[in-house]
């Protein structure tokens, strides 16, 4: 079993930045390829950006490329999501996902992923 625990969520002036992380146990991280979700109020949930395990390819929605990056420390089992000039309708919560994959395969739906984190916070204020 893996657990994920997402933090670095909050409150930003629109065109700011955040960083959000997400510390994983259990298995050996770099076992498991990775994604990041968010969920507004009202709305369903949506992916935001993916990496395989090693951290060699990644994937983003075209809601936030190139304002977002995703990246991971296997050695610290922790994977990232630096959120640059932000803006009101990111607000949401994001949680982190997992499921296992030794290869270069990214993964996009929800419905793929075994392991979820249980959210972080995120408001943008305009």
């Known amino acids: 079993q893996v657990q994920l625990v997402e933090s670095g969520g909050g409150l930003v002036q629109a065109g700011g930045s955040l960083r959000l992380s997400c510390a994983a146990s259990?298995?050996?991280?770099?076992?498991?390829?990775m994604g990041w979700f968010r969920q507004a109020p009202g709305k369903e949930r949506e992916f935001v950006a993916a990496?395989?395990?090693?951290?060699?390819?990644?994937y983003y929605a075209d809601s936030v490329k190139g304002r977002f990056t995703c990246s991971r420390d296997n050695a610290k089992n922790t994977m990232y999501l630096q959120m640059n000039s932000l803006k009101p309708e990111d607000t949401a919560v994001y949680y982190c996902?997992?499921?296992?994959?030794?290869?270069?395969?990214?993964?996009?739906?929800?419905?793929?992923?075994?392991?979820w984190g249980q959210g972080t916070q995120v408001t943008v204020s305009s």
């Open positions: 996902a997992a499921t296992f994959s030794r290869g270069r395969t990214l993964y996009l739906r929800h419905s793929e992923y075994q392991y």
């Open positions: 990496i395989t395990w090693s951290g060699d390819r990644t």
């Open positions: 259990g298995h050996t991280f770099s076992n498991y390829a």
